[in-house]
Structures are given as structure tokens and as C-alpha cells.
């Protein structure tokens, strides 16, 4: 038996002035009129619903959330619904058929056989019908003449319920992860994820400017955002402070005589808020490199075996998970790019070699005719993904190494998909952290790194090839625009950084007696916030 946990009566009909909300913010929520809501459409006046219980399909005017009339259900267990301009379309998912139903008489007007058997979220983009199915996971574009499959694309995630169109992409309700997706058609790429405002998203319905959600456990009906100016949102902000430790040793007959170390000093910038950074002991000098990032430098002599060398960064932060808002029609053109940001995050490196023919050659290949800065990128994480497999080979070869190789680790996921990022004229750079490895009390030793693009009208956003090597086009994309809470960015570069080369966090350099072993150990460690 389902829960429910919204009285009946109205709960909310306060508007964000201007619709100046980030996507997925409820303007408005009503308790459902039916108990077992299933799918939703919008015919230019009013929102429809498909009722389980009853088999109806009821008319309710999205002013006051109320139901204004009904006609009978065309079959016994409705649940996608759409409008297509004229008329109802109904899924009745027992028998795998969709109608198409006269909304003023009731009367059946076209029956059709699904091409699956379990259809559940139905939509209409002007020409053709979709509809999902949860069982196959599949979203599958049919010809609405005789039902016949146009073309198969993977469903977001492990459940997906209601459709709806909104003129250029498909949204699609996942019931399990509690999300809507936002797809393009073309590809069945995740653009963007919002989360659903009740634990069961069923029916979806898109109104010109604004989805409806039909909530099957809350009994609700809610209006939420899909588009505006914001450029991300931030939540479940994590306080934490982060012990980064940075130790050498000396072992054998000599001493180490001379050692550099040098720390990359954390800032803030959006979802990570730097309250304090303390040393211990007390940096040299404090200095930035090409790439604008920030160091503490130390100096240390004479460390013999047994009295290491120890230097220590405590950070205290507020780090949040993050998700940029990305529309790929507002993106603009290369053309758009800054001159300074162009030229200095296209430049060549030693780790890309991007005048190598393989990567030139890749790069377009990737590419194809496509021109959209976006998409290209988007091309581009899905070649490195599709060409690499996870694995540590020891050092940190260049991007043609890597990619013909067919392994790597996330450092070499970064440097391949710069390599063709900057090949094809779009901008990109890396960031480096330390991350929480499980429990909030964590110890991190390998660290993570990953790459960054530069979209014009947007900015810099994380693209993470080598965390989006999963199956599912949900969590590809939760690699794109977004990261989770548990990342430390310490340094931010473009390539080879006078204080640290390649690497990131820290380096070191030094000068030791013959036969003397340097034993270099460094480490973070994350102390969750006490209640």
C-alpha cells in the first residue's frame, strides 16, 4: 500500500517572481485529484491525468489544480498519456496499445499495437509518438500511424516512467533515482538532471515554459522549472577539515642536503568555500605560476635518516556538490571565446602533442561536421570514454600514447581528452584534488584529477571522461557540469607548471648524497565536522 503524505488540500501556490529559480524549483503544488496518478498531458488549455483506480482520464485546469471534467479511460490500466495537437493519445499498458482518443467526446479515434511490452511514459514532438519501458529500459521512437519502432535509445537510468517534449529536447521521470532527465532525441545524451520534487515521478507533462509532474506517492501534482539565467546550484554542503601531509624521508649512509617542497594552495570558487589554510611550518614564500594557481614553497637542509622532513596544510572548507546548468542552444560558437582564454588553453604541451597526426586525425574524427562547442566536447568525452579502460601503468604518458594504448589512469583520461579538446579549438584545463575515499573519515593517497572546458555564454565546467566511463547516459552526464562533495580542488593548471611539472597538489626537489634513498610519502586526510 502506498504512502501518502500530502493532506488534501491545497499546499502551495506561491510563484518565484519572474521564474527566476534554477531548474527543478517547484513554483507550485497541488494535491493530486486522483489516487493513482499515472500520465500527464498539457492540450494548450489544460493539464490532463490518467487515473489508474477509476480508469478516467480527468481535465483539470492548472490555475487551481482542480478537476474540471473527465472521459473514460480507452483501456483498463492507463498510464502514458500525451497531446498531439488535436487529440489524446492514452497507453494502456496491459495490453501494449496506445489510442487516440477525441478529448471533447471520449471516442476512440486510432488504435495502434506498442512495439514493446510494457510501455509507460508516452510523449508527442510533432511528428512522431515516444514512449518508454521501464522493463527494457529502453525510449523508443515509434511512427504514429502503425506503431512501428523509428529509432531505440537508452533509458537515462533503471526506471524511466513520464515523457514529455518541449519542442526540442525529451524529459524523462525516473521513479527509482528520484530524478528528471533532461534527453536530447538525436543521441539519447543526459543534458541535464534535475531532481523530482516527490519520491515517484510518474506523468510528465511540458506546458510551453514549465514541466508537470504527477507524484504517485505523494498524490501531488507539482509545476517545476526547466529553464533560467542560473548558472548552477549548490547542496549538501559539507564541512570539513582536510589534513594534507607531505613527508620525506632519508635512508642508507648519507643525507639528503637540499630539499624544495612546494604546496598548491586551495581557493575558494564555486561550491567550495576556503575559510582557512594553515602550514605547518610556516611556508618560505608564497608565489603563482603561469596558470595563475598559488604555492607555498619550503625549504629544507641537511635531512639524515631517522628525522624527517615534514610539511602540513590543514585546510578548513565548505564544499558542496555542484551542478551547472548547461543548454546547449544558448551556447553560442568558438567565435565567442575569449582571445586570451583561446590562446592561452589551446596552446600545445608536452602531455598533448596535439600536431601528432593521431590526434589531429581523432580530434575530427570525433568531431565530425559537428560546430557546436558543446556538443563537440560532448563528442569528444564520449570517444575518450569509449576508447580508454581504467587502469594504473605507472608514469603519465602523452595523449597519443594513451589513446592508442587503450588504458589509463584518470591523469591520462585528462590529458587524452585535452589533447583532442584543444586540437579541435576548444578550450580546456585541468583541476586536481583530494578526495573523500568512502567515509567522511577518509585517508586519500592516489588522489584524483580531472579536465575542465571552456563553453562560451557559460564558462568553465567539469568534464570528467574518466568518472563517465559507466553504461548509463544518467551517470556519463553526472560527470558533466557536476560534482560531488567530497573533492578538495587544489590546484587548477593548463600543463607544465614551473613549481609542480605535470603533477598537482605538491612536488619536490632535492639533492642527496650518493647511496642515499628518498623515501617521499604524501597523504589527506578528511575530519567531517563534529555535531
Known amino acids: 500500500m502506498k504512502r501518502t503524505i500530502i493532506p488534501a488540500v491545497l499546499l502551495s501556490l506561491v510563484c518565484i517572481a519572474g521564474l527566476t529559480a534554477h531548474p527543478g524549483k517547484v513554483l507550485r503544488t497541488f494535491p493530486s485529484p486522483c ?85 509507460e511514459g508516452l510523449a508527442w514532438d510533432g511528428k512522431n509518438l515516444w514512449i518508454s519501458d521501464s522493463k527494457t529500459r529502453e525510449i523508443i521512437q515509434i511512427d504514429p ?120 594552495v586551495p581557493e575558494s570558487r564555486p561550491g567550495q568555500v576556503i575559510r582557512s589554510v594553515v602550514f605547518d611550518p610556516q611556508p618560505a614564500d608564497r608565489v603563482r605560476d603561469r596558470w595563475g594557481q598559488e604555492f607555498s614553497l619550503f625549504h629544507y637542509t641537511d635531512i639524515t635518516p631517522g628525522k624527517p622532513a615534514v610539511t602540513r596544510m590543514i585546510v578548513e ?7 551547472y546548468f548547461v543548454f546547449p542552444d544558448k551556447t553560442g ?31 575530427s574524427q570525433s568531431v565530425g561536421q559537428e560546430t557546436n562547442p558543446y556538443w563537440m566536447a560532448r563528442r569528444i568525452f564520449d570517444t575518450v570514454r569509449e576508447t580508454l579502460e581504467f587502469s594504473l601503468e605507472g608514469g603519465w604518458n602523452a595523449a597519443p600514447v594513451v589513446l592508442q594504448r587503450g588504458t589509463g589512469s584518470c591523469s591520462e583520461y585528462t590529458f587524452a581528452f585535452i589533447a583532442l579538446c584543444r586540437a579541435a579549438g576548444i578550450p580546456a584545463r585541468y583541476v586536481g584534488s583530494i578526495a573523500v575515499r568512502g567515509d567522511d573519515a577518509s585517508l586519500d593517497d592516489v588522489y584524483h584529477r580531472w579536465p575542465e572546458v571552456y563553453l562560451p555564454n557559460t564558462g568553465w565546467i567539469p568534464m570528467d571522461p574518466q568518472g563517465g566511463d559507466k553504461p548509463s547516459p544518467r551517470e556519463q552526464a553526472g560527470n558533466i557540469g557536476h560534482l560531488a562533495n567530497r573533492f578538495l580542488i587544489t590546484t587548477q593548471g593548463g600543463g607544465d607548471s614551473e613549481y609542480l611539472g605535470w603533477t598537482y597538489n605538491s612536488s619536490e626537489a632535492f639533492t642527496a648524497d650518493p647511496q642515499v634513498e628518498v623515501n617521499v610519502e604524501t597523504f589527506g586526510e578528511w575530519e567531517p565536522e563534529r555535531r
Open 35 to 119: 489516487a493513482c496518478a499515472s500520465g500527464l498531458a498539457f492540450d494548450g488549455r489544460n493539464i490532463w491525468m490518467a487515473d489508474l483506480r477509476t480508469d478516467r482520464l480527468l481535465r483539470i485546469d492548472p490555475v487551481t489544480g482542480k478537476e474540471t471534467g473527465s472521459i473514460p479511460s480507452p483501456g483498463f490500466w492507463p498510464t502514458g498519456l500525451t497531446w498531439d495537437g488535436k487529440n489524446l493519445w492514452s497507453i494502456d499498458q496491459k495490453q501494449a496499445r496506445i489510442f487516440r482518443v477525441d478529448a471533447a467526446e471520449g471516442c476512440i479515434l486510432q488504435v495502434i499495437d506498442a512495439p514493446t511490452r510494457s510501455p
Open 145 to 264: 500511424d502503425d506503431g512501428t519502432a523509428v529509432r531505440t535509445l537508452p533509458a537515462p537510468d533503471r526506471s524511466p516512467q513520464g515523457l514529455a517534449f518541449d519542442g526540442r529536447f525529451l524529459w524523462c521521470a525516473d521513479r527509482l533515482s528520484d530524478e528528471v532527465h533532461m534527453i536530447d532525441p538525436a543521441s539519447g545524451s543526459v543534458i541535464l538532471t534535475a531532481s523530482s520534487p516527490g519520491p515517484y515521478p510518474r506523468g510528465v507533462a511540458w506546458d510551453g515554459k514549465t514541466l508537470w509532474i504527477a507524484d504517485y506517492q505523494t498524490d501531488s501534482l507539482y509545476q517545476i522549472v526547466c529553464r533560467d539565467e542560473d548558472a548552477f546550484l549548490t547542496k549538501n554542503r559539507r564541512n570539513a577539515k582536510i589534513l594534507f601531509t607531505h613527508e620525506v624521508k632519508a635512508a642508507g649512509q648519507g643525507k639528503i642536503r637540499s630539499l624544495d617542497v612546494r604546496i598548491a
Open 317 to 323: 572548507a565548505e564544499i558542496s556538490e555542484i551542478q
Open 333 to 363: 560558437t568558438l567565435k565567442d571565446i575569449p582571445e586570451q582564454i583561446r590562446k592561452t588553453y589551446t596552446a600545445d604541451g608536452s602531455k598533448y602533442c596535439i600536431g601528432d597526426p593521431f590526434i589531429r586525425q581523432l580530434s
